[in-house]
């Protein structure tokens, strides 16, 4: 029997994980939580939340799934009890389809560099889609067209580019909810297949567990599978998954190399493991351009990677650090993420993006206009979760949509390098619940 306390999440997982490891085939929880307790809106969640704790517990890894048919299923039947039957009804059709997400996300995210390199993570997500009619895909493979539309993204796939089966891929994906279109999201998710840190190799046996720095961009793909089946209305959302293996050899990219992103800032290389910025800010970009082209109403802008081991400094490896520019500040939007991921059990905290970052990145001589990173970690660096936002912020030209500008664009980045997972373990698919609370479920009626 769970009550209605904060930390249901924990004790669903845990109470099933136990029960699975006794032996059970078909458990059965009771998620009891009193109506008193659900009229407080940060507890209003507390049933749908141990229903997901509870489903965490019996996810089997995709690699197990295809090779180990007796370890294929945890259990074969899953059930719950829940005294308001009113609730029923809503819970099975939100537990579904955001646990259907998370195992995306999961399967993606924790996968190992050569079963999730880019083109297989393209087979994945269209096979994922594939009876799916409100999500369009499109996928860019072409490597000369990468690097000459994504020149940053091209940059950090130099090395890969000549393995076939390590060629990066950019995925879109687009979903058009019925009625009038009241927001737009855009997502961009930080894809590295496997991060070998490139020139500035990651030496010292601090490459293991590299293969999970494609989380940000499994999170956007798992974050549609929760689209795709629970489709709410008037919401417009926008992905795209940088799929790019950062590989070190003859042709890899150097620092010191100067090179021209998309929005025609140019860019000086200061260390080649900060490669996660590189694949995004082209992307941000291209979001920014599609914003003013197609005069999109009330968007909003995210970043999503596993970018900094500074946040897990700062932060913890249980919580996401939330960063908002000057339009999202204003809007309040990373003090709502702040409020609902504390809700549905996905705790973030916020970080400030401040003018020193902006002048912390900016060239350092005449030949530049942004340096991308120092030479240093960035868990060495002070303010080292906060630069990576303020450098592709300016290096996409998103500075130029300000609060001062005629056309404010605002732009929240989240860092999960903390809180995407224990390694060695399954990752926890944030941001999922969370940008579920803030976008999906307003559209629910």
């Not at 493979?141 to 580019?161: F, I």
Request: include cysteine; charge should be neutral; hydrophobic fraction near 40%.
């Amino acid at each position: 029997m769970v009550g209605g306390q904060a930390d249901k999440w924990s004790c669903c997982f845990l109470t099933f994980h136990r029960a699975l490891a006794a032996g059970s085939i078909a458990p059965v929880v009771f998620i009891d939580v009193d109506a008193k307790v659900r009229a407080d809106p940060q507890y209003e969640q507390a049933d749908l939340v141990g229903i997901l704790g509870a489903l965490r517990a019996v996810y089997v890894p995709i690699e197990v799934r295809e090779t180990n048919e007796k370890k294929a299923v945890k259990a074969t039947r899953i059930s719950f009890l829940v005294p308001d039957a009113t609730r029923v009804g809503t819970l099975e059709r939100l537990a579904t389809a955001l646990e259907a997400g998370r195992i995306v996300a999961r399967d993606i995210g924790g996968s190992d560099p050569e079963r999730m390199a880019a083109p297989r993570v393209v087979e994945y997500v269209k096979e994922t889609f594939s009876g799916s009619k409100n999500v369009k895909i499109e996928v860019i493979d072409d490597q000369s067209k990468l690097e000459k539309e994504y020149p940053l993204l091209g940059a950090v796939n130099r090395a890969a580019s000549v393995i076939p089966r390590h060629h990066a891929r950019v995925i879109f994906l687009e979903y058009v909810g019925e009625g009038e279109i009241t927001e737009t999201v855009f997502l961009v998710g930080k894809g590295i297949t496997y991060d070998t840190g490139g020139a500035d190799v990651k030496a010292g046996g601090h490459m293991a567990g590299m293969h999970r720095d494609k989380c940000g961009a499994a999170a956007v793909a798992g974050f549609f599978k929760t689209l795709s089946l629970v489709q709410p209305k008037g919401i417009r959302v926008v992905g795209s998954m940088s799929m790019v293996r950062n590989s070190i050899g003859e042709n890899c990219y150097v620092a010191d190399e100067i090179i021209t992103s998309r929005a025609g800032v140019r860019v000086r290389v200061g260390n080649t493991d900060a490669e996660g910025r590189m694949v995004m800010t082209d992307l941000i970009a291209y979001m920014k351009e599609k914003i003013v082209k197609e005069n999109v109403k009330n968007p909003q802008i995210y970043t999503i990677a596993t970018l900094t081991g500074h946040v897990c400094l700062a932060f913890g490896d249980a919580y996401s650090g939330v960063l908002d520019n000057g339009p999202a500040r204003k809007n309040g939007n990373s003090r709502l993420l702040f409020d609902l991921a504390a809700r549905i059990a996905e705790p973030v905290e916020l970080s400030t993006i401040r003018r020193e970052d902006f002048k912390l990145c900016s060239g350092p001589s005449e030949y530049e206009d942004l340096l991308q990173c120092n030479n240093a970690p960035s868990s060495q660096t002070a303010r080292g979760h906060q630069l990576p936002a303020a450098f592709m912020i300016a290096a996409s030209g998103l500075d130029k949509h300000g609060l001062d500008s005629a056309l404010p664009i605002p732009y929240t980045h989240i860092d999960i390098a903390g809180s995407a997972g224990p390694f060695p373990g399954v990752p926890r698919a944030t941001p999922i619940l969370m940008l579920a609370a803030r976008h999906i479920f307003p559209h629910l009626g």
